[in-house]
Every structure is written in C-alpha cells, then in structure tokens.
C-alpha cells in the first residue's frame, strides 16, 4: 500500500507513502487516496485529517512515467481516461471538486509539487516544515495543472503571486510560502507532526456540526453575492443552533467543564 490510513481518537492519519518517488501519484496512489478521502468522508467516528508524506516530500504530484502516459494515450485525453467511478475517485483524490465538509490540516514536508501543491489547495489548515518547497511545474513539461490551481491558487493568494508560480513553474521555498499566505505557519521539522497534531486535536474537540457547517459557509459563500451569502450562512447556521450540541456546549461552559459534544 502506497497510502497509510489510521483513525485514532476522532483523527484520520493519512500518509503518502512513496518515498522512492517522492510520493508521486500513479494510478495505484491515486486510486488509493481517492477512496481513503471518501472513507474519511463518510466516517462520524473521525472529525478532522492529518494528511503528510513519507521521507523528504509530502507529494511531487502525477507521475510523469505512469500516470501522464496513461492521459496522453487516450483520444479523449483527461476526460476519457476519467470516466464513471474513476472519475469521483480521481476527483477526491485531489480534493477537487468534491464536497468534504471535515477539516483537514496538511503536515507539508520537504518537495509538495504540482498536484501534490493542487492538493494542498483543497485543505483548510497548513503547516509546514523549513525545508518544504511548492511548485506548479507542469507548464515546464508542456502539461496543463488540472487538479483545480488555476481555479483555486488566485483565490488563495495575491492574483500576481498565483500567476508567477503558475506560470514559471519556479519553486518557491516555505517562507515565501508563508508570506504570501500559501501556508499558515513554518516550522522545523521536528515540529512539523506535533504542530499539526496540535491543530487537529483542538478542532475534534469542538463541536463537530459547528465544525462542519463553518466549513461548509467559508466556502460555498466565497462564489455568492453578499445578499445571497449573508442569508446562505443564516441556513447552514440554523441546524446548529437547533441541535443538542448548542445545548451542551454553553451548559458545559457554565459548569465549567468539557463538553460532551455528540454531533446531534
């Protein structure tokens, strides 16, 4: 197995484990993480996902000695080689264009290229480590980046910015990352596992369909006029104040204790 999948106390642990490769992602991998994103998915016993890789990379993206061939090959290119369960699979795989309301936190070490920076796109929280470097390489390979960045990246981060790792396919290092806002925090190595583990284990602990909801009206909104998004978060908002959840929680505050939330 190329992809290791653990759930401990409420948090799916998900490594790339392909280090020979870089963690690149051939049919077998991604096939693989597609389905480990939807168990995630449908999974009430886990909360949240630490996704990370294996040796010195998170994730170098397709491989250009597999998978690629594979796309080039076919007469429909992308769209024929993707087609009925293949097609959700691949996009889960790259968190594109599919609906995970769970947060997930990226522990980015080392080299998270191409699809692997696709990826990371489609994630909530970033932490990575001092030696990580990001990259859109596939315009120096004559390749288009398919996995959703020229989509997602000029949302995230300054239009310009987005458009020179696009278009250079240059690699930036972990400072300049953070700088721009690619990541949240850049830590050593060392840090990288208990800094993630940090974050994931402080949002199981909130109530999971605040959680969940929150997620959801962050980003369905950002596509939506203000009238229209104002009155999208007062619909995802309404359930949750309706649940048990919003009973136990300020009753756990005044009582000064943890709450035991249910996700009901």
């Known amino acids: 197995m190329t992809v290791d999948y653990v759930k401990k106390d409420k948090i ?22 597609g389905k480990t994103w939807m168990d995630f998915r449908d999974d009430a016993s886990v909360l949240v996902a630490i996704i990370t890789g294996v040796g010195n990379s998170f994730c170098a993206g397709a491989d250009l000695g597999t998978l690629i061939p594979r796309i080039t090959a076919s007469p429909e290119g ?22 995970i309301w769970k947060p997930i936190v990226a522990a980015v070490n080392g080299y998270c290229i191409a699809g692997g920076l696709e990826m990371l796109l489609g994630m909530d929280i970033r932490i990575a480590s001092e030696n990580a ?17 020229t989509v997602r990246l000029p949302r995230q981060v300054p239009f310009c910015k987005a458009m020179e790792i696009l278009l250079t396919g240059e690699k930036i290092d ?59 978060e007062i619909e995802l908002a309404t359930p949750v104040f309706k649940s048990e959840d919003a009973i136990e929680g300020p009753l756990a505050f005044m009582q000064k204790r943890k709450p035991d939330f249910k996700g009901k």
């Open 78 to 99: 992308l769209p024929g080689l993707i087609k009925g369960e293949m097609a959700q699979i691949f996009q889960s795989a790259l968190l594109r264009h599919f609906d």
């Open 174 to 232: 972990a400072n300049e990352a953070y700088r721009m806002g690619l990541v949240n925090y850049v830590v050593p190595q060392a840090e990288l596992m208990p800094t993630a583990e940090k974050f994931a284990r402080r949002i199981a602990d909130n109530g999971p369909l605040a959680v969940s909801a929150i997620k959801k009206s962050a980003i369905e909104c950002l596509s939506m006029p203000l009238p229209k998004a104002y009155e999208h």
């Open 133 to 149: 470097f990001f990259a859109i390489q596939e315009p120096r390979w004559g390749l288009f980046p398919a996995g959703g960045s």
């Open 12 to 33: 799916a642990y998900i490594t790339l484990n392909r280090p020979e490769a870089r963690n690149a992602l051939d049919p077998d991998t991604l096939e693989q993480l």
